[in-house]
């Protein structure tokens, strides 16, 4: 029945938008439904020249042979999408075009285009009574996003680096944030303006995190001028509509007047046996490492960094900051090669060129660690993804 109401509505939007030539394929909305306690129901509606082919994955990458052709509606109706499983819609118009949706059942995505399901926008805002600015309903943003993001109402558990499988729950690739409040000893950098309110269990404590309430203008590597405290939707579009993964961000403000354009675009597939170390397989295809270097800009630097020290930045209209020039410089983006010699790694590699490359989230996690050996430098674990300097024989293999 849910579908049948559905076909209704849609066929109305259809009727109106009926003559228009679209550039490209246009996501509207993705719904997912309850089915039974282990399927869900997935209706995706687009724009976009008929008639439609649609293509299924749970990759995001291989697509196989259609699951619908000739549609000349705007919607399809999925049923029988197994739980906790990831899936992508490819829809493909007349010209060619194509855009692509991303289901995760049971729950719906929030974040995506809410075009014919406003509804969901009570869950972050409120009309008069906010408490936080945005109209949001918690009083600083990490405090919203853990509302769900703490395992309760998302598959993902940012505080204790976990994902929900049909398992249970395995480690996330970006690892955990802890507690995320005020006056921890790995979170002094946090301050109030910026906890989480959640009250479920974080049982372990980080070694380090990606400091949320620091100022940008402190990122290590970085050249920002901007004061004000990092936060969840510096990196994230809490409206999901940049087309990156993870619903990063495609415009990073790195300075007053600096912008960085990032096409970030990798997936995720769900791995109940941890076959990675990780209960989700990340797959960066491209543009990691503009998106990181964006507020550290001073470690994109090119093949043979290591060995030629620095006196630029590969990433675009930033220059390098003074304490870094004449650095030497771990080099990033480039083949997994030294001297001649290919190296394997068990480590994440970006591979969309077709020749695994080193990125910063080779070697480091993205939200925080558990993992130990501080640098006697920094007196930081720096988010690394391995113990000590087993991260560097991970590739070097001395």
Known sequence: MVCLRRIVFTVAVFLVFAGTAFASVRISSLSIFYETENTSKAVVYFQGNPPFTVYRSTDGNNWGTPVAQGLTGN?????????????????????????????????????????????????CHVTHAAQGAYLIIQPNVVALCTTCHDGSQSKYDVRNGKVRLSTGFGDTSGGPFGLLQAGLPVETAVYEGFESLSAREVPVTPTSVHNLGTSISQAPGGVSDISSGLSCVDCHDPHGVTGNFRNLRSQIQVTEGVRVGVNFQAFARTDPDATSGYGEDIYYNTGSIFFCSACHSDYNQPSGSGSTAATD?????????????????????????????????????????????VVCLTCHQAHGTFKTGESAITGSTALIRMDRQAICQECHKK
């Open 313 to 357: 930045t590969q990433t675009p209209g930033l220059e390098l900051s003074p304490r870094s020039m004449n650095k030497f410089i771990h080099a990033v983006n480039t083949p997994l090669i030294f001297r001649g010699e290919y190296y394997t790694s068990s480590l994440p590699l970006e591979s969309g060129t077709g020749v695994n490359v």
């Open 75 to 123: 919607f399809f109706c999925d049923s029988g999408l197994q739980n906790l499983v990831n899936y992508y819609y490819k829809i493909q118009d007349v010209d060619g075009t194509y855009g692509i949706a991303a289901a995760y059942p049971p729950t719906d995505n929030v974040h995506s285009s809410l075009i014919g399901k406003s509804e969901l926008c009570a869950a």
